[in-house]
């Protein structure tokens, strides 16, 4: 009897840990499944992240060309207002002494004129 009760007591025993070892096989898989969902989701989330800092570095590089275009543009026009105040200058200077002397040239413009001329 004796016997038998040790022998039963070890086949309880492995039993016992048989069921352990499953029960660690199961939660390992339990654990990597979570972490493999984890690591798609993260990898799902890393792919919108990508997407985003391409639109924006797509938008950023298109708003640097339209500075760049603008301040082309500025220059320009800052070159043609510099033409034309010049050319008004020249033609100016151009009128003869004998006419800036005279009552018509020195008389006040119309208010219409001189609102017209302020826009």
């Known amino acids: 009897m ?24 199961f939660a390992l898989g339990s654990w990597i ?6 690591i798609d989701s993260l990898n799902t989330e890393i792919e919108t992240y990508l997407k985003t800092i ?3 570095s797509n938008t950023i590089t298109q708003l640097k060309a339209d500075v760049e275009h603008n301040r082309q543009l500025t220059l320009e026009l800052s070159k043609a207002e510099s033409d034309a105040r010049s050319k ?18 020195n008389a006040d413009a119309p208010n219409g004129v001189i609102e017209f001329l302020r826009k």
């Open 2 to 25: 004796i016997g038998k009760s040790i022998g039963d007591g070890l086949t309880k025993l492995f039993v016992m840990c048989c069921f352990g070892v499953v029960i660690v096989i």
């Open 33 to 38: 499944y979570y972490q493999s969902n984890k």
């Open 54 to 56: 391409s639109t924006q």
């Open 88 to 105: 008004t200058n020249e033609i100016i200077k151009s009128i003869p002494k004998q006419i800036k002397d005279s009552e018509a040239f």
